[in-house]
């Protein structure tokens, strides 16, 4: 089985240009399919042949009730994929993924930060950055983080790849690298800027070491941040604010296409920002407007 997940792995990666997220989820899926469905022979091989569609149904039945639909229309996209690739490299004479089908996706409404809300966990960021040279480098950090990544709308993966030569501070612009490796110019404003700016000039040069490259962001061991600990320092600094939902990085990512849409922005524009491939995946964020207009519609309005 390991060299099976491997060679699909490979396959991910190098033709499909799944990112390392998806390839993770999809071996996963895929080894537990195998594991609980297809019996191992004695010197240890797997007969894919014995893999039916039933097989494939009854995998999914079992794990129907406990799982989200979302997950549910992976673990069917990564079996689908698997199978075709199996048998097109001959590794089984049929494709049993074929037919098979997945539970529609549900269209949930994020539940999105208010812009007060955004602005009162931005706050211990400016008052770091105007404490001057006696700024804590960490904290300018976690303030270029949050400022970042409301001001772009970019993605935890992308905002943690970007190096130093991808910010143009003159015109006020980074170059991301997205899903599919798909790349583009996101701008962003003034604060963020100027966050970015006391980072790079009075917190970067003391967490840098060896190992930091051309990183943008560094841990305190002056390595790459990693995803992780942007997750804490968006936990941290949302959970402050009396109030506030439970918000990860992507949280803010919701918020910042939600108050460009409040703001009139056009659907377009927030697709680009957000370097979604269709506009339908920006659309749900056309809903969360409405229902707060609808919300403060009941609230406000006489006959409502």
């Known amino acids: 089985m390991t060299g099976l997940l491997s060679a699909f792995a490979t396959h991910l990666r190098a033709e499909r240009n799944r990112s390392e997220h998806t390839v993770r989820a999809?071996?996963?899926d895929v080894r537990d399919l195998l594991t609980t469905t297809v019996p191992a022979g004695d010197d240890g091989t797997l007969d894919l042949d014995l893999l039916g569609l039933a097989d494939l149904r009854a995998w999914q039945t079992r794990a129907a009730a406990d799982l989200?639909?979302?997950?549910?229309a992976r673990r069917a996209a990564a079996v689908r994929t698997?199978?075709?690739?199996?048998?097109?490299t001959g590794r089984a004479a049929a494709d049993p993924g074929l037919r098979l089908q997945a539970p529609k996706r549900s269209r949930e409404l994020p539940r999105v930060l208010a812009q007060s809300q955004v602005r009162a966990a931005l706050e211990p960021a400016v008052?770091?950055?105007?404490e001057g040279s006696g700024a804590?480098?960490?904290a300018l950090r976690d303030g270029a983080v949050l400022e970042l990544l409301y001001a772009t709308g970019c993605r935890v993966a992308e905002l943690v790849g970007l190096d130093v030569p991808d910010l143009d501070v003159e015109h006020r612009t980074a170059r991301v690298l997205g899903k599919g490796d798909r790349q583009r110019t996101v701008p962003f404003g003034t604060p963020a800027l100027r966050a970015v700016q006391a980072w790079l000039e009075r917190g970067r040069p003391h967490l840098a070491g060896p190992d930091s490259g051309e990183a943008l962001f560094l841990g305190v061991r002056g390595r790459r941040l990693d995803q992780r600990q942007v997750r804490t320092v968006v936990n941290r600094a949302v959970a402050a604010v009396p109030g506030a939902p439970h918000t990860s990085p992507h949280g803010l990512r919701h918020a910042a296409a939600t108050h460009m849409l409040d703001g009139r922005a056009d659907l377009r524009s927030v697709q680009e920002l957000l370097g979604h491939a269709t506009l339908s995946t920006t659309q749900i964020y056309t809903h969360v407007s409405v229902e707060r207009l609808r919300s403060s519609h009941r609230q406000a309005h006489p006959r409502a």
């Open 82 to 88: 698997f199978t075709a690739w199996a048998h097109r």
């Open 136 to 138: 804590d480098p960490v």
């Open 127 to 130: 008052r770091a950055r105007e």
């Open 26 to 28: 999809y071996c996963s």
């Open 68 to 72: 989200r639909r979302t997950t549910l």
